[in-house]
């Protein structure tokens, strides 16, 4: 008898990775949310709403570092006052931010918002909601249901003992039903929770219930590197999952590091994949090579291109040609020199002050190469169906998923 029974392994899929949970579509302003649709990354202003100019000012500077649709608090008329000034002079989607008081959610949706965002839990009563879902649908904007673990209605509590996941997809399914029944179905929804656990089974569970987009977040993850930390530890078994439509990753303070710290979660899953991939080693003392000089040089000689390839540079042939072979592009370093994988295939070697040169060489052919699969140059990485890195990626062209 083998100690192992192999027969597994033969009947695994080898290309690993799960496809996106199928959505359907919900049109924000400019953007599809949901189907092949990209995971489009949020962010929320902290100033006060109605100090327009402060706020504009922090919308220009997510918007600089990436941000793709910005959220503002609503707290009080003034503010809902603010909205139609802000929204001329920003060129992402704009939405309103609602908690406890359903007027200043009726009273936001008489400006030119692109989505509201309200907590049913903490407005009051069905019948307050339904006004709201009423209002959204005659100006025909779309609702993100923001079920949270910190405020779920006490009858849930009640039921399920405490905030579970269970608890918290009832209630998203409970708004859901109100709202579907007023004909309304322009819906987005999120179930969010500080506690990690909480939030990866509340997605999962809502996934196999229902076909809205989502809205991901670890709310109140904290102050960073930790918070980052824990946002990407929760965020990307959702994501591995296929499940998340667009995310926003919140961390105490300046909003603005948010985006790059969903940009990164996003191209680690390789869920948006929007710049080149880095492989480095963590060097030992094997090294045959300055790694930390090179990458250093590589890095900046890469910004600002978006391309989904996946380059790795490691410092010795222990695991160098291995995963030179598995990447777009590869150096092993040995001797004071770099062996350049194309493809795979070893195709040179160049002495070590001669690596970035080479790389820079080989990514400019392979641009070339696969200038046929990369779609809408100049806006490459921000198309349907683009997801996935390397040799054995997904595919990086819009059209059908073959692992659908
Ligand atoms: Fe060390 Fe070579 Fe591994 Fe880099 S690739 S960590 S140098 S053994």
């Known amino acids: 008898m083998p100690r192992f029974d192999l027969s597994l392994l033969e ?11 199928k959505t359907r579509e919900v049109r924000v302003g400019d953007l599809v949310f949901g189907g092949d649709n990209p995971i489009w990354v949020q962010s929320m202003t902290t100033t006060d709403t109605f100090d327009v100019e402060a706020t504009i000012a922090q919308i220009h500077l997510l918007e600089e570092a990436g941000c793709e649709l910005v959220r503002v608090t609503v707290p009080k008329p003034e503010d809902a006052g603010a909205l139609s000034k802000i929204r001329e002079r920003i060129s992402i989607p704009l939405i309103c931010d609602i908690h406890f008081d359903y007027k200043m959610a009726l009273a936001a949706l ?24 009423r209002k959204a649908k ?33 209630s998203a399914l409970r ?7 007023e004909g309304y179905d ?41 918070a980052v930390t824990k946002s990407a530890a929760g965020l990307s078994p959702i994501l591995l999952d296929g499940i998340g439509d667009t995310i926003r990753i919140s961390l105490l303070g300046d909003p603005v590091p948010e985006i790059a710290a969903a940009f990164d979660i996003l191209q680690a899953t390789q869920r948006r994949v929007r710049r080149p991939e880095l492989i480095a080693c963590p060097t030992c003392g094997r090294l045959a090579i300055d790694l930390e000089k090179i990458i ?108 659908r």
Not at 196 to 215: I, M
């Open 11 to 21: 009947h695994a899929q080898k290309v690993p990775g799960k496809p996106r949970h």
């Open 296 to 403: 250093a040089e590589l890095e900046v000689r890469l910004k600002g291109k978006q391309l989904p390839v996946k380059i790795s540079v490691l410092g010795c042939v222990v695991n160098g040609p291995g995963e030179a072979k598995e990447a777009d592009i590869g150096i092993a370093a040995g001797n004071g020199q770099g062996m350049i994988f194309r493809n795979g295939e070893m195709v040179r070697r160049v002495p070590e002050a001669e690596i970035v040169d080479a790389l820079m060489v080989e990514l400019a052919d392979w641009e070339k190469a696969n200038a046929h699969r990369l779609v809408s140059p100049g806006k490459p990485l921000a198309q349907k169906g683009v997801e996935g890195i390397g040799r054995r990626k997904l595919p990086v062209v819009a059209g059908e998923n073959p692992r």
């Open 138 to 170: 005659d100006r025909g904007i779309p609702m993100r249901i923001g079920v949270n673990a910190g405020s779920l209605e006490r009858d849930l509590c009640e039921k399920y003992e405490f905030p579970c996941p269970p608890a918290m997809v009832e």
């Open 110 to 133: 008489d400006h030119p918002v692109d989505k509201i965002r309200i907590n049913p839990g903490n407005i009051g009563s069905n019948d307050r909601f339904r006004q709201v879902v």
């Open 175 to 181: 708004y859901i039903e109100i709202a579907e029944s």
């Open 186 to 226: 322009q819906i987005i929804i999120s179930l969010k929770s500080s506690d990690v656990l909480v939030a990866v089974d509340a997605y999962r569970l809502f996934a196999k219930l229902a076909d809205y987009p989502t809205h991901i977040g670890i709310t109140e993850a904290g102050k960073p590197p930790y």
